[in-house]
């Protein structure tokens, strides 16, 4: 359990039973997260000792950083330091945070820009990919990106509307469904305290 002073109302932490889990490990710098949003407070306190050199496809640039402040929680909830008796924690104590930002200021992007970050991250040595995005509207090009990076895992967002993605398809989620079915992607929705799908 870290010394981390808001570690206690990461209620989540415990649903995943993250203690027995960094019991064998807290993460690796060797293992690259890319965080395909709006960008990281690469200066954030509990952020910078894991931030890794990553690219702004907004401003077309090599200085990725948050406008928005959603890249930034979704990069602390990945990989923020753990037990510097700072903040809280993320999964991983100790990752290299790649962030590629997407989307603007509002939270708003293009497929285009989306699509070349995904392929960015990839080639960039990310293992992992996550994308807290999404949208209605199916891309070839973007679809084409996850299925040229076999190796590489997609972590994306199943919405927030609490729907069925099955009836109602969200990109890049269904990527990973039929009639796709590509195998490297990872379709994620919120649960509650109680193990249930969240409201929002």
């Known amino acids: 359990v870290p010394n981390d002073p808001r570690y206690g109302q990461l209620w989540g932490l415990a649903r995943i039973k993250a203690p027995a889990a960094w019991n064998i490990t807290t993460g690796s710098p060797a293992v690259t997260v890319g965080v395909v949003d709006t960008g990281i407070a690469t200066d954030h306190l509990d952020l910078a000792a894991n931030v890794v050199p990553g690219h702004d496809f907004v401003d077309g640039d090599d200085d990725p950083r948050d406008f928005n402040g959603h890249g930034t929680h979704v990069a602390g909830t990945i990989g923020a330091r753990g037990n510097n008796a700072l903040g809280l924690v993320g999964v991983n104590w100790q990752v290299g945070?790649?962030?590629?930002?997407?989307?603007?200021?509002?939270?708003?992007g293009s497929n285009a820009n989306v699509t070349a970050g995904l392929a960015y991250a990839?080639?960039?040595?990310?293992?992992?990919?996550?994308?807290?995005?999404?949208?209605?509207?199916?891309?070839?090009?973007?679809?084409?990106?996850?299925?040229?990076?076999?190796?590489?895992?997609?972590?994306?967002?199943?919405?927030?509307?609490?729907?069925?993605?099955?009836?109602?398809?969200?990109?890049p989620c269904n990527y990973g469904a039929s009639p796709d079915n590509l195998p490297n992607v990872i379709c994620v929705a919120a649960t509650d305290t109680a193990d249930t799908l969240a409201s929002f």
């Open 97 to 108: 945070l790649m962030p590629v930002r997407v989307l603007d200021g509002e939270g708003s």
């Open 122 to 171: 990839c080639t960039h040595g990310a293992a992992v990919v996550n994308a807290s995005l999404g949208g209605t509207a199916y891309s070839t090009s973007m679809r084409d990106a996850i299925a040229a990076c076999p190796k590489t895992l997609f972590v994306v967002a199943a919405g927030n509307n609490g729907g069925s993605d099955d009836t109602s398809p969200r990109y």
